[in-house]
């Protein structure tokens, strides 16, 4: 069974950090792609960030500079490095995994529950 589960999430001050994780199981997790989404109160899902099987990653516009993406083969997990956060960062924030382009947002099919991400003013 497919299984992504995240972690780390939690209350941060504007400016702080905070490091998210992806945890995967039941597929062969380098085979893949993996992508970090965010889906505000009242708003559509969005990419965040992805990451390839060969380390290739990609920032969307407003994290640019501000997040790293990461992955450890070896532990099958993946890594969202969240620095300079903003109130506008949060969200709940999901991983998701594809077999195919690691640049096409509708490629991915498995998708953790997601974890929570709140930033204070």
């Known amino acids: 069974e497919v299984q992504l589960v995240e972690s780390g999430g939690g209350l941060v001050q504007a400016g702080g950090s905070l490091r998210l994780s992806c945890a995967a199981s039941?597929?062969?997790?380098?085979?893949?792609?993996i992508a970090w989404f965010r889906q505000a109160p009242g708003k559509e899902r969005e990419g965040v960030s992805t990451?390839?099987?060969?380390?290739?990653?990609y920032y969307g516009d407003d994290v640019k500079g501000r997040f790293t993406i990461s992955r450890d083969n070896a532990k099958n997990t993946v890594y969202l490095q969240m620095n300079s956060l903003k109130p506008e960062d949060t969200a709940v924030y999901y991983c998701?995994?594809?077999?195919?382009?690691?640049?096409?947002?509708?490629?991915?099919?498995?998708w953790g529950q997601g974890t929570q991400v709140t930033v204070s003013s």
């Open positions: 998701a995994a594809t077999w195919g382009d690691y640049r096409d947002y509708a490629a991915y099919d498995y």
């Open positions: 039941g597929f062969t997790f380098d085979d893949y792609a």
């Open positions: 990451i390839s099987r060969s380390d290739n990653t």
